[in-house]
């Protein structure tokens, strides 16, 4: 299970650096048929379709995304329902409330969701999953972790198997070359034709171990699917506010102490003041008003961090002129605000400044537009 888990931070580190690459958002960005992307291809918004050729890696997010043409490079992806039909000449990694990969898939896959099934011709490689419910029908080239409450295999597996879930099918058509070993409530159903030609080894797991499996396979997908709602929150506001995003970045940048001084202040004046109004009775509707602001800034808060924090970090190592906010930095942000967001105790108070930091800053950038609108 350690093995699944350190699988989900593998995710955040695929490569940053591209000499180029096409970046689309919008509410519905799309790569139509018969289109060829020479590199790698970036989408982030709210329907995701790609249909046309990619000839490197697509990344992509968004409410809902489907990938039905060929990918020559790695595949990530993140949204609400993700559906891949095109054939993925290399790895996958997906996450999502409902992941569906109905394409071939000549490398490794790590996918998380709530429901995952894995229902075309073959994944060439090993697999990593974890989710509520998890359904393999595709053959499987490599070894297969999976972590999960039910977990249905209807398929050939090459390599060996190990599995955490609460519910444990092979279907008539399992058939695994390797080692089977599995922990479960219960001991698992073998249907008619389903057959393990290595060892099969049970080990009932109850109470503490029990939660902490589901606790791990949780946790994998919360790493993934938090990694891919930071990317896509972050992007959509970095590019569609671009203007406005470097100017908050220089104004972080300048005073980082001030800022993060204002931020703080802030969270800690505004839920007072809210909940002082709100005992006044007549001032209810004010206080209530205060605290929704106040969320509503944090999560705001949370998708500037990031930008900020590859932004300066991008001017610190390549020196330009001034600070940018691309697609690429945004990028780097992200990948590094996320990676120390898992370090213990550490990782907390950094991302907790980062964020302070951005909220002063905005705070800051917001009153002198004020300002100057009167």
Do not use: C
Not at 88 to 102: C, E, F, L
Not at 116 to 141: Q, W, Y
């Amino acid at each position: 299970m350690a093995r699944l888990l350190s699988a989900g931070l593998i995710l955040l580190a695929f490569p940053l650096a591209s000499f180029a690459a096409e970046f689309r958002t919008g509410d519905q960005p799309s790569h139509p048929r018969g289109e060829t992307i020479q590199d790698d291809l970036y989408m982030a918004g709210g329907s995701v379709t790609s249909a046309g050729t990619v000839r490197g890696d697509l990344v992509a997010g968004g409410g809902s995304v489907l990938v039905s043409g060929p990918v020559t490079g790695d595949l990530m992806l993140g949204g609400g329902t993700v559906t891949v039909l095109g054939e993925i000449s290399d790895d996958i990694r997906v996450s999502g409330g409902t992941v569906t990969v109905q394409g071939i898939v000549r490398g490794d896959a790590l996918i998380g969701g709530g429901q995952v099934s894995l229902i075309g011709e073959r994944i060439g490689g090993d697999i990593a999953i974890a989710g509520g419910t998890v359904r393999i029908d595709a053959a499987i080239g490599g070894s297969a972790r999976i972590a999960g409450g039910d977990v249905y295999l209807n398929a050939p597996i090459t390599g060996d198997v190990r599995i955490e879930a609460e519910k444990l099918t092979l279907g008539p058509r399992a058939n695994i070359a390797g080692n089977l070993t599995y922990r479960a409530a219960n001991q698992a159903t073998f249907e008619d034709g389903a057959v393990v030609r290595g060892e099969t080894e049970f080990d009932e797991r109850v109470g503490r171990e029990e939660a902490e499996a589901g606790l791990a396979a949780f946790l994998t997908f919360w790493l993934v699917a938090k990694f891919f709602m930071l990317l896509v929150g972050s992007l959509l506001i970095g590019v569609a506010f671009n203007r406005y995003s470097r100017e908050l970045v220089a104004t972080a940048a300048a005073q980082p102490l001030m800022e993060f001084g204002r931020g703080l202040i802030t969270i800690i004046v505004v839920p007072i003041l809210s909940f002082i109004l709100i005992a006044t009775i007549i001032g209810i509707p004010l206080g209530i008003i205060g605290l929704l602001m106040l969320a509503i800034m944090l999560i705001f808060a949370s998708l500037i961090a990031p930008i900020i924090l590859g932004s300066v970090v991008h001017k610190l190592i390549w020196k330009p002129a001034r600070y940018e906010v691309t697609w690429r930095t945004i990028l780097l942000g992200v990948v590094l605000y996320s990676v120390i967001g898992v370090i213990p105790v550490i990782g907390f108070l950094a991302t907790t400044i980062l964020k302070m930091g951005a909220l002063g800053a905005t705070l800051k950038l917001k009153w002198s537009l004020a300002k100057e609108w009167r």
